[in-house]
């Protein structure tokens, strides 16, 4: 008989850890008659969940059919977020709490990873206590540093007391959302390099061995990432692709497939370090990393593998703009235009012989443009570089086109980019805003876009001591007999 009540109860057990939905029953002293919400963090942003109406006793319920995305959730009171809570496996738990001081007073029952969560909080801030006369020593620029030495050190020794309170956790708890989060803000400790045979040290070990590792503290494919107060998953792959590869479109690529293996498991996680990589050179900082968001989109959208969760009309946006960036990117020939001049009379860009040919494209009536090509006319009249503009007006009227040219004594080739005979230059180069100024060289290959006009002195300077530099590299590499 006892067996068999022993196995009931095992049974019964089991049921109740496996319990589908969610029920989240607080209990919040002065707190009644009012309406709360269940808040939740996804990337950077913040949504409400659920709504439930407090009673006279402060008493209140969350609950629902099915079970939760596991990540960081909040109270909302009003407009104003009042606390921050954990929703790991267990979703059926309760938490009493006093208004007046929420973390302190807070009591869990029947969930283990909010017990730690808030736990690791309070000990977090007795520690911060505990370290700010530390801090504000370490801090003081009236100090030197020979009076900072025991602060600094008393300092150390708090953070080694964080480190092994966190490592404990962990240990104990790994599969808890508490200990997931910690361990991923955790530091990742590279190896000395082993050293070759012949006693000398392979300089490429230490990143590449960081590169193969970066994602040891946090799973990819959890999506409990997605949902936190800093949007710390899109953070660690924005670390990974900027300081672990060159800032390359073949590199990048490539790093970014790793990321998205990784994340495929967990079709959330696949859709969002997807998304996030194509947004990231979406309009990229670097010259020439737009060539990433067209091999993202190729590999990821055009294929049809994110159609489980896309629609038509953003997959239509993502195509338009790849590919208007595929025609214009940093090594590729751009198209020719052939536009009628103030004359009427059609000018095609690739009758220009000079050594560079500069596409400004601009519109009359923009202020940044006259800010702009006052800039470019003064480069242009010092006839330091053998180069050619070609100014595209976006303005249909003609009068303004003439009285644009009058105004900044453009005397380079300017045409109406409406008056056309090769389509619009929308199509063949991406121009969405103005100015937008591209380099071509003598063979019309695209050498720079985007360029400052008070940049592109300092560009073709340096673009030209490049080419010197690899003609030298050249003429000195033996040729094979």
Same mark, same amino acid.
């Given at each position: 008989?006892?067996?068999?009540?022993?196995?009931?109860?095992?049974?019964?057990?089991?049921?109740?850890?496996?319990?589908?939905?969610?029920?989240?029953?607080?209990?919040?002293?002065?707190?009644?008659?009012?309406?709360? +919400?269940?808040?939740?963090?996804?990337?950077?942003?913040?949504?409400?969940?659920?709504?439930?109406?407090?009673?006279?006793?402060?008493?209140?319920?969350?609950?629902?059919?099915? #079970?939760?995305?596991?990540?960081?959730?909040?109270?909302?009171?009003?407009?104003?977020?009042?606390?921050?809570?954990?929703?790991?496996?267990?979703?059926?738990?309760?938490?009493?709490?006093?208004?007046?001081?929420?973390?302190?007073?807070?009591?869990?029952?029947?969930?283990?990873?909010?017990?730690?969560?808030?736990?690791?909080?309070?000990?977090?801030?007795?520690?911060?206590?505990?370290?700010?006369?530390?801090?504000?020593?370490?801090?003081?620029?009236?100090?030197?540093?020979?009076?900072?030495?025991?602060?600094?050190?008393? +300092?150390? %020794?708090?953070?080694?007391?964080?480190?092994?309170?966190?490592?404990?956790?962990?240990?104990?708890?790994?599969?808890?959302?508490?200990?997931?989060?910690?361990?991923?803000?955790?530091?990742?400790?590279?190896?000395?390099?082993? %050293?070759?045979?012949?006693?000398?040290?392979?300089?490429?070990?230490?990143?590449?061995?960081?590169?193969?590792?970066?994602?040891?503290?946090?799973?990819?494919?959890?999506?409990?990432?997605?949902?936190?107060?800093?949007?710390?998953?899109?953070?660690?792959?924005?670390?990974?692709?900027?300081?672990?590869?060159?800032?390359?479109?073949?590199?990048?690529?490539?790093?970014?497939?790793?990321?998205?293996? %990784?994340?495929?498991?967990?079709?959330?996680?696949?859709?969002?370090?997807?998304?996030?990589?194509?947004?990231?050179?979406?309009?990229?900082?670097?010259?020439?990393?737009?060539?990433?968001?067209? *091999?993202?989109?190729?590999?990821?959208?055009?294929?049809?593998?994110? *159609?489980?969760?896309?629609?038509?009309?953003?997959?239509?946006?993502?195509?338009?703009?790849?590919?208007?960036?595929?025609?214009?990117?940093?090594?590729?020939?751009?198209?020719?235009?052939?536009?009628?001049?103030?004359?009427?009379?059609?000018?095609?860009? +690739?009758?220009?012989?000079?050594?560079?040919?500069?596409?400004?494209?601009?519109?009359?009536?923009?202020?940044?443009?006259?800010?702009?090509?006052?800039?470019?006319?003064?480069? +242009?009249?010092?006839?330091?570089?053998?180069?050619?503009?070609?100014?595209?007006?976006?303005?249909?009227?003609?009068?303004?086109?003439?009285?644009?040219?009058?105004?900044?004594?453009?005397?380079?080739?300017?045409?109406?980019?409406?008056? #056309?005979?090769?389509?619009?230059?929308?199509?063949?180069?991406?121009?969405?805003?103005?100015?937008?100024?591209?380099?071509?060289?003598?063979?019309?290959?695209?050498?720079?876009?985007?360029?400052? #006009?008070?940049?592109?002195?300092?560009?073709?300077?340096?673009?030209?001591?490049?080419?010197?530099?690899?003609?030298?590299?050249?003429?000195?590499?033996?040729?094979?007999?």
């Amino acid at each position: 008989m006892r067996s068999i009540l022993f196995a009931l109860c095992l049974l019964i057990s089991s049921l109740c850890a496996a319990q589908p939905g969610y029920n989240l029953r607080f209990k919040i002293n002065g707190l009644k008659d009012t309406t709360v +919400y269940l808040g939740h963090f996804y990337g950077e942003a913040t949504y409400i969940k659920d709504t439930a109406q407090v009673n006279s006793q402060g008493e209140f319920t969350f609950d629902g059919k099915t #079970t939760l995305r596991q990540g960081v959730y909040f109270l909302v009171l009003g407009k104003t977020k009042q606390f921050d809570m954990i929703l790991g496996h267990d979703q059926h738990f309760s938490m009493a709490t006093d208004r007046k001081e929420y973390y302190k007073n807070m009591v869990v029952t029947g969930d283990e990873d909010n017990k730690l969560f808030f736990e690791n909080m309070m000990f977090n801030m007795e520690r911060h206590k505990e370290a700010e006369p530390f801090i504000k020593v370490v801090q003081d620029s009236t100090l030197t540093d020979d009076k900072k030495k025991d602060a600094r050190s008393a +300092y150390s %020794k708090i953070n080694e007391k964080v480190l092994a309170y966190q490592n404990e956790l962990i240990s104990k708890h790994p599969t808890t959302l508490t200990a997931r989060i910690l361990k991923s803000n955790q530091t990742i400790h590279i190896p000395e390099p082993p %050293k070759r045979a012949d006693g000398s040290i392979d300089s490429t070990f230490q990143l590449k061995w960081y590169r193969e590792h970066f994602f040891d503290n946090m799973d990819l494919a959890d999506d409990a990432f997605l949902q936190m107060p800093k949007p710390i998953y899109r953070d660690k792959i924005n670390e990974y692709l900027d300081k672990l590869y060159p800032q390359q479109a073949d590199s990048l690529t490539k790093a970014i497939e790793k990321v998205v293996a %990784k994340a495929k498991k967990n079709q959330e996680t696949y859709k969002y370090a997807v998304f996030t990589s194509i947004l990231k050179y979406q309009q990229p900082e670097i010259m020439g990393l737009d060539e990433v968001y067209v *091999n993202v989109f190729d590999k990821y959208f055009a294929t049809g593998e994110m *159609n489980f969760w896309v629609n038509d009309k953003m997959k239509s946006n993502l195509k338009e703009h790849a590919d208007r960036l595929r025609h214009s990117l940093v090594g590729k020939t751009g198209a020719n235009l052939i536009m009628q001049d103030a004359n009427f009379k059609p000018r095609s860009m +690739y009758d220009i012989k000079s050594k560079y040919t500069v596409l400004f494209i601009f519109d009359p009536d923009c202020g940044h443009c006259k800010t702009e090509t006052p800039k470019l006319v003064s480069l +242009y009249n010092k006839k330091k570089f053998d180069l050619e503009v070609y100014a595209v007006s976006a303005d249909t009227s003609m009068v303004k086109m003439r009285n644009y040219i009058k105004e900044m004594k453009m005397n380079w080739i300017t045409v109406n980019g409406p008056r #056309t005979y090769v389509g619009p230059y929308q199509n063949l180069y991406d121009a969405q805003t103005t100015p937008s100024l591209y380099v071509l060289d003598t063979k019309k290959k695209i050498i720079g876009k985007k360029i400052p #006009t008070d940049k592109l002195e300092e560009f073709l300077t340096h673009y030209e001591k490049y080419q010197r530099e690899k003609e030298l590299s050249k003429s000195k590499t033996p040729t094979k007999s």
